[in-house]
């Protein structure tokens, strides 16, 4: 039985919220791409997903490659399911974050935007895509916000120079300046890459609180205990001085890990400001590492909530793992970085299909849905995959009122209205 006739009414309800950004004939190839994203593949591409559905690849291609979609319409629906519920929306607590991730391409000769560049997962150089992503972490969700492609300088004519160029640190500010219109946020936090003058004070001015690392490099302008003066100063001489100066003023603080135990760091903490930069600062200082796998002795945090406590400050600054979360959920569950297109624009509307298909497994598991339909309760957006690929497949044999062995034994359904509805 063709999979066009599958009959699954929470997918259908939740892919209908898309209906008004495409014509009948594209919401159709819409809902085939979206089911395709839900099977398993040993090379993933436009052509072996169109296989999956058992619909013609041309067409398939053509929906990708040729017909019109309104790009930005389609993000904002899906903000929109996700904000409609209390179980999916951000909350007050949540925190903004930013990064970016490098979909590794070696091979990839004329894939637009591939050059070589640091890439984050690798964390080498490589040819690659590199996507700036935004999401909304807090200790119980995270969610990805948007994600925006980064074009390096040789893609324009005119390089950095050109004024269609935007360096990372300007597709943040314009992700940040987005969100602070459409969402109530209490802060963002990001790694030390985007800790520029250039972004901090942008937030700073927006009147918003920011938590982030700085590189090891930076400097810091504030008084020095030896000189006796102000003077610019390294993170690596600023332990320094902490550990001879300031040993008495070093403060254990306690968190608990995500798997419920203590952890104790040693902190010192203090106000300066980075060389250069205008934002007051909170300085909290880590004398060791995160963990075992960590490679750093230290951890230097800023934060412009100068009232902010220690515990607040190593706390949200941790939240930004949410978005790495996000970002391996993608690639390991949806082939984020497994694309067979080449033009930038092609690349985006599958990243977009892979936004999706990662938020109707967010909506159905933070809701859970699936728990009076199938008998085994996944866990992982990899589990909540394959049993939604399992009622794919089975709603689309048509099989289910006739087989009521296959449909306890294999798909573990134990639905007697889902059953119902799909026999229909």
Same mark, same amino acid.
């Given at each position: 039985?063709?999979?066009?006739?599958?009959?699954?009414?929470?997918?259908?309800?939740?892919?209908?919220?898309?209906?008004?950004?495409?014509?009948?004939?594209?919401?159709?190839?819409?809902?085939?791409?979206?089911?395709?994203?839900?099977?398993?593949?040993?090379?993933?591409?436009? $052509?072996?997903?169109?296989?999956?559905?058992?619909?013609?690849?041309?067409?398939?291609?053509?929906?990708?490659?040729?017909?019109?979609?309104?790009?930005?319409?389609?993000?904002?629906?899906?903000?929109?399911?996700?904000?409609?519920?209390?179980?999916?929306?951000?909350?007050?607590?949540?925190?903004?974050?930013?990064?970016?991730?490098?979909?590794?391409?070696?091979?990839?000769?004329?894939?637009?935007?591939?050059?070589?560049?640091?890439?984050?997962?690798?964390?080498?150089? $490589?040819?690659?895509?590199?996507?700036?992503?935004?999401?909304?972490?807090?200790?119980?969700?995270?969610?990805?916000?948007?994600?925006?492609?980064?074009?390096?300088?040789?893609?324009?004519?005119?390089?950095?120079?050109?004024?269609?160029?935007?360096?990372?640190?300007?597709?943040?500010?314009?992700?940040?300046?987005?969100?602070?219109?459409?969402?109530?946020?209490?802060?963002?936090?990001?790694?030390?890459?985007?800790?520029?003058?250039?972004?901090?004070?942008?937030?700073?001015?927006?009147?918003?609180?920011?938590?982030?690392?700085?590189?090891?490099?930076?400097?810091?302008?504030?008084?020095?205990?030896?000189?006796?003066?102000?003077?610019?100063?390294?993170?690596?001489?600023?332990?320094?001085?902490?550990?001879?100066?300031?040993?008495?003023?070093?403060?254990?603080?306690?968190?608990?890990?995500?798997?419920?135990?203590?952890?104790?760091?040693?902190?010192?903490?203090?106000?300066?400001?980075?060389?250069?930069?205008?934002?007051?600062?909170?300085?909290?200082?880590?004398?060791?590492?995160?963990?075992?796998?960590?490679?750093?002795?230290?951890?230097?945090?800023?934060?412009?909530?100068?009232?902010?406590?220690?515990?607040?400050?190593?706390?949200?600054?941790?939240?930004?793992?949410?978005?790495?979360?996000?970002?391996?959920?993608?690639?390991?569950?949806?082939?984020?970085?497994?694309?067979?297109?080449?033009?930038?624009?092609?690349?985006?509307?599958?990243?977009?299909?892979?936004?999706?298909?990662?938020?109707?497994?967010?909506? =159905?598991?933070?809701?859970?849905?699936?728990?009076?339909?199938?008998?085994?309760?996944?866990?992982?957006?990899?589990?909540?995959?394959?049993?939604?690929?399992?009622?794919?497949?089975?709603?689309?044999?048509?099989?289910?009122?006739?087989?009521?062995?296959?449909?306890?034994?294999?798909?573990? =359904?134990?639905?007697?209205?889902?059953?119902?509805?799909?026999?229909?």
């Amino acid at each position: 039985m063709s999979i066009f006739r599958t009959n699954i009414p929470l997918l259908n309800k939740f892919l209908e919220h898309f209906a008004s950004c495409f014509t009948k004939k594209q919401f159709a190839m819409f809902l085939l791409v979206v089911y395709a994203m839900f099977k398993d593949y040993k090379r993933n591409s436009l $052509e072996a997903m169109a296989q999956a559905v058992h619909t013609d690849y041309q067409k398939f291609q053509y929906f990708f490659s040729e017909s019109k979609w309104d790009l930005p319409a389609l993000k904002q629906k899906r903000m929109d399911i996700i904000q409609k519920q209390r179980t999916t929306a951000l909350t007050k607590d949540s925190i903004l974050t930013i990064d970016d991730t490098g979909c590794p391409k070696p091979y990839a000769k004329n894939t637009e935007a591939a050059k070589w560049q640091y890439c984050g997962p690798l964390k080498r150089p $490589e040819t690659c895509n590199v996507v700036v992503g935004a999401a909304f972490v807090s200790k119980t969700k995270h969610f990805p916000l948007d994600v925006i492609p980064y074009l390096p300088a040789d893609e324009f004519g005119e390089g950095k120079d050109d004024p269609k160029f935007k360096d990372k640190i300007q597709i943040a500010m314009d992700m940040f300046d987005a969100a602070s219109n459409a969402f109530d946020f209490s802060a963002i936090a990001f790694d030390s890459w985007y800790a520029s003058q250039r972004f901090l004070e942008h937030i700073h001015a927006k009147k918003k609180h920011f938590f982030s690392e700085i590189k090891s490099n930076r400097n810091i302008s504030m008084y020095h205990p030896e000189k006796q003066k102000y003077c610019i100063i390294k993170p690596d001489e600023l332990v320094t001085l902490i550990k001879k100066h300031y040993a008495g003023k070093i403060k254990y603080v306690t968190l608990k890990s995500a798997d419920g135990s203590e952890v104790s760091y040693k902190t010192y903490t203090f106000d300066a400001k980075l060389n250069g930069c205008n934002v007051p600062l909170k300085f909290v200082v880590i004398l060791g590492k995160w963990n075992k796998e960590d490679d750093k002795k230290y951890h230097v945090l800023i934060t412009n909530q100068l009232d902010a406590s220690v515990k607040t400050v190593i706390t949200n600054y941790l939240l930004r793992w949410g978005i790495e979360h996000c970002f391996k959920e993608l690639k390991d569950t949806f082939y984020f970085d497994h694309y067979q297109v080449r033009h930038i624009d092609k690349i985006e509307r599958y990243w977009n299909i892979c936004l999706i298909s990662w938020t109707f497994v967010y909506w =159905i598991k933070q809701n859970a849905y699936l728990d009076k339909i199938i008998e085994t309760k996944p866990s992982t957006f990899n589990e909540f995959k394959k049993a939604i690929n399992s009622l794919l497949e089975f709603s689309s044999t048509n099989a289910l009122s006739k087989n009521e062995k296959l449909s306890q034994e294999y798909f573990k =359904i134990k639905s007697a209205r889902f059953k119902k509805k799909i026999a229909a």
